[in-house]
């Protein structure tokens, strides 16, 4: 079992920096891919990013490539999201999943454990 709980949203303005937290329960953590999914008022879910249990793979949606690195910190049981260029379309309760697979999903039905969520608001 692994607990989730995102910290580090907010309101910013356009052009700004946020970094995201998602401190995880549970001795296993580094066996877990980790990852962000968000999703913004009658939108659907989007996969944002992911890391694999290693760190060493990381996958990234097309609409974030090149502004958020998605990191991790076994040693401290957290992965991070850190957003720079933000854009209001990137206004968005954004969630910390968690799952212990090898291959990175981009899917929600990939990750069997989510995090309450953050609230991301850009304004313009």
């Known amino acids: 079992q692994v607990q989730l709980r995102e910290s580090g949203g907010g309101l910013v303005q356009a052009g700004g920096s946020l970094r995201l937290s998602c401190a995880a329960s549970g001795r296993t953590f580094s066996r877990y891919c980790m990852g962000w999914f968000r999703q913004a008022p009658g939108k659907e879910r989007e996969f944002v990013a992911a890391?694999?249990?290693?760190?060493?793979?990381?996958l990234y949606a097309d609409s974030v490539k090149g502004r958020f690195t998605v990191s991790r910190d076994n040693a401290k049981n957290t992965v991070y999201l850190q957003i720079h260029s933000l854009k209001p379309e990137d206004t968005a309760v954004y969630y910390c999943?968690?799952?212990?697979?090898?291959?990175?999903?981009?899917?929600?039905?990939?990750?069997?454990?989510w995090g309450q969520g953050t609230q991301v608001t850009v304004s313009s």
């Open positions: 890391i694999s249990w290693s760190g060493g793979s990381t």
């Open positions: 999943v968690a799952d212990p697979r090898w291959v990175i999903s981009p899917t929600p039905a990939g990750y069997d454990y």
